[in-house]
């Protein structure tokens, strides 16, 4: 039941952002067609000018908002691809969790006979690695979910 009401909720949101879109693309036309308008009666054009420009703005507007589609078909991989990309990508997280601990200690154990500023520059600097080593990690799992994925998906033969 959860599942049904969150699909829900999620086509509803898409609709109303698509809804939204479109009135913006709307009134992003209508202020430049005004705009154009505008211009063109205050340099006296012909009626053409209007029209033509009526007619053109929208397609620009549309244009600029109308993007090529990013999303390229994911690509099947053999077992074998999938499991050199998981052993690889474990040997890479065992890595990454060895400078984890080794900047965790590095940044719990910085001599307190170092002068303050020393002292507190070289806290910083640890907790920025060790910041970066769990980034990685956090990078790697996400990886290794994706193939766990694909796999689920059926996209590994």
Known sequence: M???VTDFLVKVTIGILFV???ALIFAISAAGILLFNAIASTANAPIWVHIIGSIVIPIVVVLMFAKPSKTKKPENMTL???ERKVRTLKREYEKAQKDDDYWY???HNVPSSLPMN???RARRKYSNKLMDARSHM???EFKLNQLERMRKNGQVR
């Open 105 to 107: 200690f590095q940044a």
């Open 20 to 22: 939204f879109g479109i």
């Open 118 to 120: 020393q002292e507190e």
């Open 138 to 140: 956090v990078d790697i």
């Open 2 to 4: 959860k599942g049904k």
């Open 80 to 82: 074998e691809q999938y």
